[in-house]
Structures are given as C-alpha cells and as structure tokens.
T-cell receptor, first 117, second 111 residues
C-alpha cells in the first residue's frame, strides 16, 4: 500500500527563492497535517486540514508560509521568500479522523529536507 | 498551549541494558501516543494509551499511562541496537484533529 508521498525529498535553494513542497496523502484519509522538524524546536505542527479545509493554521510561522489542499489527494506547502532559518525537515502526514477519544494513527511521509543558503 | 516535556533528551546505553523514558504534560491527556522515528524517516506509531493507569506491552517495550493521565513512560527491556531512534510522545485533544508532539528522547544503543 502506498503511504504518504512527499516531494522533493531534498531541496537546496538560495535565500529569497520560492519553495514548494508537495504531498499526496493516503487514499481515504480525511485529515492532513504539515509538520516542521528541527533539532532546536522538535516536531512542530504548522497547519492541518480536514476534508480539504484548513482547520488550524496557528502554527504557521509567518506570512511567508502558505498551504493549500485543492483536493483530497494533494496538498502543497509554499515558502516565499525563503530564508536560511526555514531550513528544516518538513513532514506531511495524514490520518482517518473518526472523532473517538482514543486518538487516530498519524501516518507520516519520509519528509522533505530543505536547506536555504 | 499544551506542552509535552520528554526526558531525558539524550540517552546512550549498551546493548542489553534497560531504560525508561518519560513524557509529562502541563494538563490532562485525552489520549497519548508513542512514536519512534528512525534517521531519514518519518515517525511511526508504536502504541496509543487512553485509560489512566493503563499498561500496554509491545515485545520488549512497556508503555504506562499515569493514573492522573498527565504523564506516561516507556520502558525498554534488554535494549538492542535496532531500538536506536527518536522516541516521541504525542497528544491528541479529544474531538479535534490536532496532534501535538513532545520534545523527544534520542536513544542510541551501542552494540
């Protein structure tokens, strides 16, 4: 079974350039998450969608970051303009939210390793 | 904002030793999950605990949820090099889609 698919796996870009990260969630999942991971700050939730609708973007660091989910099988995270402090691993994850108290399994992609120089 | 503190931050032990890592919250968990992340990969779910005092076992791993549901521990018996990785706890607020991860414990098991 295909898991969460992210692209690119690695990207090196110059400061000021636009970066677009892409994600294909697991088919049938209704929730999608974008996380950022750094050594200093750990795994931070940036934004999550339910049924393609952004529910909470309070984790998005600033206006340079934007995320979209035009349909159930695709999402993008865009950084424009990029800065060196944006260097991190960006994870996309998806889940089938059922509303129960027991929590739902989040399935992560392999991550997009971004370096801004 | 809910904070999940994990301890220790780093742990390096010899193969065959036992270890315990901890996850503590500033408020009550609805449920708590433990994930393991290996280098170059995303985190993978190990277990979900829901009930205060609950204990779950996964081979050599034992997970415990505190009675007050504000803390959890992960105990590994006879650690092996394959246990090396970043261990993360995560809390999902009941009725929402929001999952917050802890600060992580980076474990290295030496052969």
């Amino acid at each position: 079974d295909a898991g969460v698919i992210q692209s690119p796996r690695h990207e090196v870009t110059e400061m000021g350039q636009e970066v677009t990260l892409r994600c294909k969630p697991i088919s049938g999942h209704n929730s999608l998450f974008w996380y950022r991971q750094t050594m200093m700050r750990g795994l931070e939730l940036l934004i999550y969608f339910n049924n393609n609708v952004p529910i909470d973007d309070s984790g998005m660091p600033e206006d340079r970051f934007s995320a979209k989910m035009p349909n159930a099988s695709f999402s993008t995270l865009k950084i424009q303009p990029s800065e060196p402090r944006d260097s991190a691993v960006y994870f996309c994850a998806s889940s089938l939210f059922t509303g129960g108290v027991s929590g739902n399994t989040i399935y992560f992609g392999e991550g997009s390793w971004l370096t801004v120089v | 904002t809910q904070l999940l503190e994990q301890s220790p931050q780093f742990l390096s032990i010899q193969e065959g030793e036992n270890l315990t890592v901890y996850c503590n919250s500033s408020s009550v968990f609805s449920s708590l999950q433990w994930y393991r992340q290996e280098p170059g990969e995303g985190p993978v779910l190990l277990v979900t605990v829901v009930t205060g005092g609950e204990v779950k076992k996964l081979k050599r791993l034992t997970f415990q949820f505190g009675d007050a549901r504000k803390d959890s521990s992960l105990h590994i018996t006879a650690a092996q090099p394959g246990d090396t990785g970043l261990y993360l706890c995560a809390e999902s607020t009941s009725g929402t889609y929001k999952y917050i991860f802890g600060t992580g414990t980076r474990l290295k098991v030496l052969a």
